[in-house]
């Protein structure tokens, strides 16, 4: 036996369930500049990111209060086995597709971090906060 | 049968298990003021956490960079089924057992999420997003 013969652990986990990678989407959220009229432009976002995942596999959660409101608009991204990232200071009108493409990458992902390479930039300067996996346990060196 | 012979909700849930819920601090946060040497305030309050930690059952888990970075010091609270909450601006020398607090009333919550009431507060002027629990839906009024 080869190194070559043991299991690949990117092509394992790279078979990351797209369709169980989730975005979350506040319909709540405005803007700091925003009036605080309802329907808000969280919800517009929220509307224009499920026009964007369609035919995708991801699925999109509109909910009401992610609790990042002095940073809206706000979204989360969560699949099974990676890092949970959430997302502010979005744009309703330009940062659906950006969600989309976080969502692929991350269901994407070997390690279960969403590459900085390739990353749309709304979700570099939006990062607001990431959750290790459930389990996670950093190694002490 | 009466409705008293119902199980009660808040009775099966309330026993979320303590043991389960983990605080994530970061080790490599600071203040906005601090300087940037190491060791950095983050692994203080991950210290901190552990010994405020002690014989409660809750989990702590140091580890490296929540990516709430301009926000620091950061910690994750999430429990089994509950919400997770990220919270930010935290003072390693006096929040430490505010944290501890969290994790309990989180670990104790019927609903899965943390009561404002009662919340030291560190983690209500602290908090920077909280997510929902796996599998959250909510509901279309």
Not at 27 to 38: A, F, G, I
Not at 107 to 122: N, T, V
Request: net charge negative; hydrophobic share 40%; glycine share 6%.
């Amino acid at each position: 036996m080869t190194l070559a013969d043991l299991p690949d652990k990117d092509v394992e986990t790279s078979a990351r369930d797209t369709a169980a990678t989730v975005i979350y989407v506040c319909t709540t959220c405005r803007r700091p500049e925003d009036p605080e009229d309802y329907p808000r432009p969280g919800a517009a976002l929220a509307e224009a990111t499920m026009r964007a995942a369609e035919s995708t596999g991801v699925t999109v959660r509109p909910l009401r209060c992610l609790a990042n409101c002095k940073r809206g608009c706000t979204a989360v991204l969560r699949s099974p086995d990676a890092w949970t990232y959430v997302f502010g200071h979005l744009d309703p009108t330009v940062d659906a597709q950006a969600l989309v493409q976080g969502a692929e990458l991350l269901s994407q992902s070997a390690d279960g971090l969403m590459p900085w390479r390739g990353r749309p930039d709304a979700l570099k300067r939006g990062l607001i906060a990431r959750i290790p996996p459930l389990g996670f346990m950093e190694s002490i060196e």
